[in-house]
């Protein structure tokens, strides 16, 4: 679905229930979640470019470190005994007041901060590489919680890749767009880091806010818009970083996603559960399931910026082959170079139900109606199930 986001000012808050290696690609593999690498740099990295072109401090920050940068700051000072405060805040590019924040713990630390520290103690205090990577590991396993200014307040970010994140991926690259921060910077804005995901069903969003809530500890902003063709809802998460997280070490594309849509290397080299809760929430985006006056069927669709099928189908229809759900191979349609995966089999369907599964409401029911659905008999009382 292409759809406009509404804007900012008409929207509520969705309250939750109560209830460095590149880390997109290298993770070890545990039953149906993925321990990852330290990804502290991925996320954090861009800020320097940002800080040049922008000024002012806007880096992503880690709270609750200062005992460790206590002991970073007291090992250069015993090779540095004069004028310690001096030399570090010289060093660092930071004001006296700043750093001892740093150290009581009252401020939050920037990552690339922290960063520049263990470099000057490494070189100070004549330190290994394996006691350098020790520290910066353990600073990346300590981490709980991280912040950056104007954005939301403390929120967390996981260590390891499962299931729900798999289908966050899925379902943002079907109806959900990143902004791009680029784009902003080179029209000299400050970036707006936006995740937006959008649906007819309040319902489903308010489900995907608990999510959201879940993993990441944030709470999201439902919104509503309608324009000559409808209304829809819009599901906002604005925090830098989970914006980073998602785009760094998740992998998915900011801005516009025309020819872009690629299954990300985290999830090809993830679980088969983490696969098929990818596809599901891909489905869940850019899925039909229904029931036609013969016989039901099941679609997902995606448009191409060339002639070829779009690599997310290919790469969808060879998982599900290998998971014994057998659809069509990619057709192309008949308007503006879509092209789609179809069944007509209601044994299908049901496989496709039981293996991958759904987690939006309206195409569940659909899946649902398929299951009572007879062949040769009227079937008017279960039609009507279409959810895209």
């Known amino acids: 679905m292409n759809r406009l986001l509404p804007p900012q000012s008409s929207h509520r808050q969705c309250t939750p229930s109560k209830q460095s290696n590149n880390a997109r690609s290298n ?23 940002l800080q040049l072109s922008m000024g002012g ?17 007291l090992g250069i000072k015993k090779y540095c005994p004069k004028n310690i405060a001096n030399f570090v805040s010289g060093q660092l590019r930071m004001p006296k007041a700043t750093v001892d924040s740093w150290l009581s713990g009252y401020n939050p630390i920037p990552i690339l901060k922290f960063y520049e520290l263990l470099k000057i ?108 063709k409808g209304g829809w809802y819009a599901l906002r998460c604005t925090s830098k970083p989970i914006y980073r997280y998602f785009t760094k070490v998740l992998g998915i594309p900011s801005g516009s996603k025309t020819g872009k849509i690629t299954v990300p290397e985290i999830v090809k080299n993830s679980s088969q559960q983490c696969q098929k809760a ?15 006056t013969k016989n039901p069927y099941l ?27 057998e659809l069509s191979l990619p057709q192309k349609m008949s308007t503006q170079n879509s092209w789609r995966l179809r069944t007509g089999s209601k044994k299908t ?36 199930a279409c959810s895209t």
């Not at 401090?57 to 206590?70: F, L, M, P, W």
């Not at 309206?362 to 009382?381: A, H, L, M, P, S």
């Open 278 to 292: 990818f596809i599901g929430g891909f489905s869940d985006g850019e899925g039909c399931v229904s029931i036609s």
């Open 27 to 49: 993770f070890c593999k545990g039953g149906f979640v993925s321990k990852l690498n330290n990804y502290l740099l991925d996320i954090a990295f861009p800020d320097i470019k």
């Open 121 to 228: 103690w490494k070189i100070t205090c004549k330190k290994s590489d394996s006691e350098f990577d020790f520290e910066w590991s353990t600073f990346f396993s300590n981490a709980k919680l991280y912040s950056a200014k104007g954005g939301f307040g403390k929120i967390g970010l996981p260590k390891q890749f499962d299931e729900d994140q798999a289908y966050l991926i899925g379902f943002i690259l079907a109806d959900g767009h990143i902004k791009d921060e680029n784009t902003f910077l080179k029209n000299g804005k400050y970036p707006e880091y936006t995740i937006a995901m959008c649906d007819d069903s309040k319902e489903f969003l308010e489900y995907l806010g608990n999510l959201f809530y879940q993993i990441f500890g944030v709470e999201c902003n439902l919104h509503y818009a309608e324009d000559k």
């Open 349 to 384: 369907i049901n496989s496709f139900y039981i293996i991958i599964s759904s987690r939006h409401p309206d195409k569940i029911r659909g899946f649902e109606r398929v299951k009572v659905f007879e062949y040769g008999k009227n079937n008017d009382w279960v039609r009507g």
């Open 299 to 325: 679609e997902i669709s995606q448009s191409s910026a060339t002639d070829k099928s779009p690599e997310i189908l290919d790469w969808i229809s060879q998982k599900l082959s290998e998971f014994g759900v």
């Open 57 to 73: 401090h806007c880096q992503i920050s880690i709270h609750g470190a200062n005992e460790q940068v206590k002991n970073i700051y």
